[in-house]
């Protein structure tokens, strides 16, 4: 009696550790697909002037409004808007025509700013987190009601990149900095120089 216990105990422990097993690789594989599918989500640009922001950006598509980048502008500018919400009547539009506005979060929806952007004659927008500490969450841009919609991209991006670039541009009395969005990180030929404030 006492060998048919040992050996039904050991059954279940080796069962045990096979569950164990088996649940540990479907938990690696779900966060690999999960980290994949975030991934996509993601697109990277690039500052190139001014130099003391010269780091490679990552930012969060919207979710269910505004379209992707269908092609890669080099070198066109990304204008700050005024005023920084967008949310009230745009005072430097003749600045924002085909260039990539930089937006703050907050006053108004997410869609309204991306709209806001397009009628006043801009080719993307990034919107950034107006908590400036926000180092690692992204926030994911969506509406409940995506009608109208816009037609232009729109990503969200970390408070704390966008705080330092507008401390950055402020610093030098620019109100644009020259971007090439966006760019392919995995591809050999590009070189990631990530932000020294953040971590991916």
């Not at 500052?47 to 980048?69: C, D, H, K, W």
């Amino acid at each position: 009696m006492k060998a048919f216990k040992a050996k039904l105990s050991l059954k279940l422990i080796n069962h045990l550790l096979v569950y164990l097993i088996l649940f540990e690789m479907l938990a690696t594989i779900t966060g690999d697909v999960l980290s994949s599918l975030l991934a996509e989500e993601d697109i990277h640009f690039e500052i190139v002037e001014p130099e003391s922001l010269r780091y490679t950006y990552r930012a969060r598509m919207a979710q269910n409004f505004g379209t992707s980048f269908e092609k890669r502008y080099s070198n066109i500018n990304l204008v700050i808007v005024e005023p920084n919400d967008s949310c009230t009547t745009i005072v430097n539009r003749l600045e924002l025509i085909n260039n990539i506005g930089l937006i703050e979060r907050g006053g108004c929806a997410f869609l309204a700013k991306c709209i806001a952007a397009e009628k006043n004659g801009m080719i993307g927008v990034i919107i950034y987190d107006n908590n400036n500490d926000n180092d690692d969450q992204y926030i994911e841009m969506v509406t409940d009601n995506p009608s109208p919609n816009c037609s232009i991209p729109a990503a969200f991006l970390l408070g704390k990149d966008g705080h330092m670039i507008r401390r950055a541009l402020d610093a030098h009395r620019l109100n644009r900095a020259v971007v090439n969005i966006p760019i392919n990180v995995s591809h050999m030929s590009v070189k990631v120089r990530q932000p020294p404030w953040v971590v991916w």
